[in-house]
């Protein structure tokens, strides 16, 4: 079978192996592997949606951020089978930013990202600090930063990818779901506020986080306490609650936003 980027779920039953993976240009499915023979076997039989020359995959991207740090993300460049951009554009960028927020973007066949590929956009899945996949050091880089750290890594790729001619950096636009959506709106409340006015022309929140003292009351017992390492402890850290929340800071937006709840 493919040689998959993606893994999880893995299950030992004697000498079979199943698991879910994906690569870059194939579905994510079941796969059983046999280890006495080395067969693999797709228990989806899943198909690309796409020819191969309609289907993007992701160049990993290392980029300068703050505090003398490095971040990540997997860039997907505009790709079709029978279309070319215009002569003299660069490509306007979606930022895709994943939820969690200690998750990770995958190097997997997504038809939400292609859908933009195959449009003429560039689409950048940022590992923001924090993610998972680049250890427990940058794991940790989170700590107490959500809504800082994040967001200046958002803003500091697009810097860098416009920096390098690669896009369009006044055709900039962020959107994510949950723990993204926060970092999203967030994006654009500040931006100004980092020095990096119009670094993102809009933004779309999939069921993000406005709040982060409501999110920190609200929450399911899973996550209970979550937000004191990841903001800081409550009681006591309101004020940074406060000031990282878009929700009090709403006036701030000057672009279009998008939320769907």
């Not at 998959?4 to 893995?10: G, S």
């Not at 506020?193 to 017992?221: E, I, N, Q, W």
Request: negative net charge; glycine residues 12%.
């Amino acid at each position: 079978g493919p040689r998959p980027t993606y893994v999880e779920q893995l299950r030992v039953h004697g000498s079979t192996v199943a698991y879910v993976g994906g690569t870059p240009t194939t579905p994510t499915s079941v796969w059983r592997v046999e280890l006495a023979d080395g067969t693999a076997t797709d228990l989806r039989s899943a198909v690309a949606p796409l020819d191969p020359e309609w289907i993007s995959t992701p160049e990993p991207v290392t980029f300068p951020t703050g505090d003398g740090e490095l971040a990540h993300a997997l860039l997907y460049p505009p790709t079709s089978g029978d279309h070319a951009g215009p002569d003299g554009e660069l490509p306007p960028l979606v930022v895709r930013i994943h939820g969690g927020p200690t998750a990770a973007a995958r190097p997997e066949l997504s038809t939400s990202v292609q859908f933009w590929t195959t449009r003429g956009f560039a689409v950048a899945d940022v590992n923001y600090r924090g993610s998972t996949g680049f250890g427990r050091r940058y794991r940790d880089l989170l700590l107490g930063a959500w809504g800082d750290a994040d967001v200046e890594d958002c803003l500091a790729l697009t810097r860098e990818l416009a920096a390098q001619g690669r896009v369009d950096g006044d055709r900039c636009v962020i959107r994510g779901g949950s723990a993204g959506g926060f970092t999203a709106l967030a994006a654009v409340c500040f931006q100004a506020d980092r020095g990096h006015p119009g670094a993102f022309a809009a933004a779309c929140s999939l069921y993000g986080v406005t709040d982060l003292a409501a999110m920190a009351a609200d929450t399911h017992k899973f996550e209970s306490r979550y937000l004191d390492g990841l903001v800081g402890p409550l009681p006591g850290s309101e004020d940074t609650y406060r000031a990282r929340s878009p929700l009090h800071h709403a006036e701030r937006l000057d672009r279009p936003v998008l939320l769907l709840q």
